[in-house]
């Protein structure tokens, strides 16, 4: 027998149960009784509370090793060599399709993340019912705000699980408190009315949030539900609109889809976003967890650095002659650059040593790479891999058996990037540039847009030594990069290593994407043999869902 695949199956099985009952007159202890469930202020509240971290940060969130790694390699945002999670086979070019027969490599890895999103937003749903019927039978949970507070998160939470799934998968259910929790599940949509959905959530956790409720006790919807960080009402809707900023880029599949999303609107939540980086601050101990993280850290051939997108950055001729070398006879270059979050050197040894050595812990040195030792460097393949590894959260594994210490969820970097993409799709290149300079001038100590490229087409300053220089086809040359380029170079950098796939994201909508990578995953077989429907591939160079030869043709 096929095991129930969601949540949202499980509960047509119990209703069939509950039949039996009837006639058995027999009490079923696997029957779900919500009402038992939820029921105290204690019980609703929880579920509330945990929701950010259940969603994102425990073994069923989805800052994990099952999507994640993937979403890296298939991006290059990092390079895999191994097989662990599927990601030497999304990494491998020519690029392959997701295969999604019975018992495929990657069986429990494509399917966890659909599956532990659904059922995170069925259990939202279910709470949200159940603090509505608690509120309206005439209790709370301490007052008007914090019954409110519970609501607002309740939404956000949600809407987050929900708009997860539209970033990665075709199809989904859509689930509301409304959608029942017996008989048959809802249908699949596709992804475009999940993340509608997703963004109606955030628009009601918002409104609750600006409710008289609220804003007659603010102090009563301060919570620390992000481990220990207090998060007032201001601060919670600058979250929630940012977001909304990422899901409305992010859900785009193509040049065309990203080119069509509503750029207004983005500019709109992010403007109005985070003013700094939310930062989570991790621990095994105590729950909160970035296994994607820390495992690419500590084991060699999880997280090498590929130059096929960052070789950008150099400004020595050595990407150029790597380009113009065929890839399987590619070999790992010394990348030199005026980027200050690079190490400096005009050898090996020296950039290691700059780096830190061994440990190459950063401190507060502003690197966000390291040249690592020659000893440690990973086989792989010739394209893939570097001298170089990402190391700016490094500190999570080095001599720290718990994994303790800050971890970057969403930069303030994305959502200043997000708004000047929409100002420059919008013609609005003067709006653009700051923006872009905000991490470009601070952090890499790059010279400054604003004020110096009037245009979209202008190139950016510096000349041969100018940062990024973008490949003008597969095999070079390179040329200094526009406004445009000068965004997705500074996106790529500031969100390494942040969120859940931004490189994949953005490089899907932007056409930057290696030739056949996959856009989306499928819904799992597991899935689809539960619904008596079938199941397919997606992917692969000139099968469904994949990418074109795209801006630099590789």
């Known amino acids: 027998m096929n095991k129930l695949a969601t949540g949202l199956v499980v509960?047509?099985?119990?209703?069939?149960?509950?039949?039996?009952?009837?006639?058995?007159?027999?009490?079923?202890?696997?029957?779900?009784?919500?009402?038992?469930?939820?029921?105290?202020?204690?019980?609703?509240?929880?579920?509330?509370?945990?929701?950010?971290?259940?969603?994102?940060?425990?073994?069923?969130?989805?800052?994990?090793?099952?999507?994640?790694?993937?979403?890296?390699?298939?991006?290059?945002?990092?390079y895999g060599n191994v097989a662990n999670f599927d990601m030497v086979y999304r990494a491998a070019i020519p690029r392959r399709f997701i295969d999604n027969s019975v018992n495929n490599s990657g069986a429990g890895v494509h399917y966890a993340d659909f599956q532990n999103m659904q059922k995170q937003a069925r259990a939202l749903s279910n709470a949200i019912n159940a603090l509505d019927a608690f509120v309206a039978a005439g209790h709370t949970l301490g007052s008007a705000s914090?019954?409110?507070?519970?609501?607002?998160?309740?939404?956000?939470?949600?809407?987050?699980?929900?708009?997860?799934?539209?970033?990665?998968?075709?199809?989904?259910?859509?689930?509301?408190?409304?959608?029942?929790?017996?008989g048959a599940p809802p249908a699949l949509v596709g992804h475009a009315n999940v993340m509608t959905q997703a963004l109606a959530d955030l628009d009601s956790a918002l409104t609750i949030a600006r409710s008289s409720?609220?804003?007659?006790?603010?102090?009563?919807?301060?919570?620390?539900?992000?481990?220990?960080?207090?998060?007032?009402?201001?601060?919670?809707?600058?979250?929630?609109?940012?977001?909304?900023?990422?899901?409305?880029?992010?859900?785009?599949?193509?040049?065309?889809?990203?080119?069509?999303?509503?750029?207004?609107?983005?500019?709109?939540?992010?403007?109005?976003?985070?003013?700094?980086?939310?930062?989570?601050?991790?621990?095994?101990?105590?729950?909160?967890?970035?296994?994607?993280?820390?495992?690419?850290?500590?084991?060699?051939?999880?997280?090498?650095?590929?130059?096929?997108y960052l070789g950008m950055a150099d400004t020595s001729g050595a990407y150029d002659a790597w380009l113009a070398t065929p890839m399987i006879n590619r070999q790992a270059f010394l990348l030199k650059t005026p980027?200050?979050?690079?190490?400096?050197?005009?050898?090996?040894?020296?950039?290691?040593?700059?780096?830190?050595?061994?440990?190459?812990?950063?401190?507060?040195?502003?690197?966000?790479?390291?040249?690592?030792?020659?000893?440690?460097?990973?086989?792989?393949?010739?394209?893939?891999?570097?001298?170089?590894?990402?190391?700016?959260?490094?500190?999570?594994?080095?001599?720290?058996?718990?994994?303790?210490?800050?971890?970057?969820?969403?930069?303030?970097?994305?959502?200043?990037?997000l708004a000047a993409e929409g100002y420059l799709r919008k013609g609005d290149v003067a709006s653009a540039l700051p923006l872009i300079d905000n991490s470009r001038v601070s952090k890499g100590k790059l010279p400054k847009l604003a004020g110096v490229i009037a245009t979209a087409t202008d190139p950016v300053p510096g000349g041969g030594a100018c940062v990024p220089r973008v490949p003008t086809g597969p095999s070079g040359p390179t040329a200094c990069g526009t406004a445009m380029e000068a965004l997705k170079y500074e996106y790529r950098i500031e969100t390494y290593f942040t969120g859940y796939g931004q490189w994949f994201q953005a490089e899907r909508g932007w056409g930057d994407l290696v030739e056949g990578t996959p856009l989306e995953f499928p819904v799992p077989y597991q899935e689809m043999q539960v619904r008596l429907l079938p199941f397919y591939n997606l992917g692969g160079i000139g099968g469904p869902s994949a990418a074109a030869k795209g801006t630099y043709g590789f």
């Open 11 to 78: 509960v047509a099985a119990t209703f069939a149960a509950a039949a039996c009952k009837d006639v058995l007159g027999v009490n079923n202890p696997n029957n779900p009784n919500i009402a038992q469930v939820y029921g105290t202020a204690t019980d609703i509240e929880a579920v509330f509370a945990q929701g950010f971290l259940q969603v994102g940060f425990t073994n069923s969130g989805v800052h994990t090793n099952n999507l994640a790694p993937q979403l890296n390699a298939m991006s290059l945002e990092n």
């Open 146 to 182: 914090q019954n409110a507070r519970a609501r607002a998160w309740g939404f956000f939470e949600l809407g987050l699980a929900q708009g997860n799934t539209a970033l990665m998968y075709d199809s989904a259910a859509i689930v509301l408190p409304a959608t029942p929790t017996i």
């Open 213 to 308: 409720a609220v804003t007659g006790s603010l102090a009563a919807f301060t919570s620390t539900w992000i481990n220990g960080v207090s998060i007032d009402q201001p601060t919670f809707i600058k979250i929630v609109r940012s977001y909304q900023a990422r899901f409305r880029a992010g859900v785009a599949r193509t040049p065309t889809e990203r080119a069509a999303v509503d750029w207004t609107q983005v500019i709109a939540d992010a403007t109005n976003g985070i003013t700094s980086d939310l930062v989570v601050q991790l621990s095994i101990q105590a729950g909160w967890q970035q296994t994607e993280v820390t495992n690419a850290y500590r084991y060699q051939g999880w997280g090498d650095v590929s130059m096929m």
């Open 339 to 417: 980027d200050a979050r690079w190490p400096a050197g005009e050898d090996r040894a020296t950039q290691n040593t700059v780096s830190g050595g061994p440990n190459g812990v950063p401190g507060n040195s502003g690197l966000y790479f390291r040249n690592r030792p020659a000893g440690e460097d990973p086989p792989g393949d010739p394209w893939g891999t570097s001298f170089y590894d990402h190391f700016r959260f490094r500190y999570l594994t080095v001599s720290n058996s718990d994994n303790a210490g800050a971890w970057i969820e969403f930069p303030k970097a994305e959502v200043d990037l």
